[in-house]
């Protein structure tokens, strides 16, 4: 079956970096757009980023843009989350997810697969 691992969560400072990593077996990993949302306890989902099958159109959520670089390697299966500048507001368990939508997208339903995510805690 179809599985999303995240890694490389944690407790870090404001102003640190962290990157996070999804493994993804059981689909044919090169044809799905793959994204990162992130969830605060008692909140809806938030749209991070997604990248496109290929790598060359990426995607990202205002709040991000400039701090935050989604990449994938289609050899390995798997798709990361360079997060820098860091700030408490990043806070939230962050979620990657596989879609077969043909561009990156920011909408939830348009994602077929869910991992089960990693926690991300930046203290101020």
């Known amino acids: 079956q179809v599985q999303l691992v995240e890694s490389g969560g944690g407790l870090v400072q404001a102003g640190d970096s962290l990157r996070l990593s999804c493994a993804a077996s059981?689909?044919?990993?090169?044809?799905?757009?793959m994204g990162w949302f992130r969830q605060v306890p008692g909140k809806e989902r938030e749209f991070v980023s997604a990248?496109?099958?290929?790598?060359?159109?990426?995607y990202y959520t205002d709040s991000v843009k400039g701090r935050f670089t989604i990449s994938r390697d289609n050899a390995k299966n798997t798709v990361y989350v360079q997060m820098n500048s860091l700030k408490p507001e990043d806070t939230a368990v962050y979620l990657c997810?596989?879609?077969?939508?043909?561009?990156?997208?920011?909408?939830?339903?348009?994602?077929?697969?869910w991992g089960q995510g990693t926690q991300v805690t930046v203290s101020s």
């Open positions: 059981g689909l044919a990993f090169s044809r799905y757009t």
């Open positions: 997810a596989a879609g077969l939508s043909g561009r990156p997208s920011s909408s939830l339903g348009l994602y077929n697969y």
């Open positions: 990248i496109s099958w290929s790598g060359g159109g990426t």
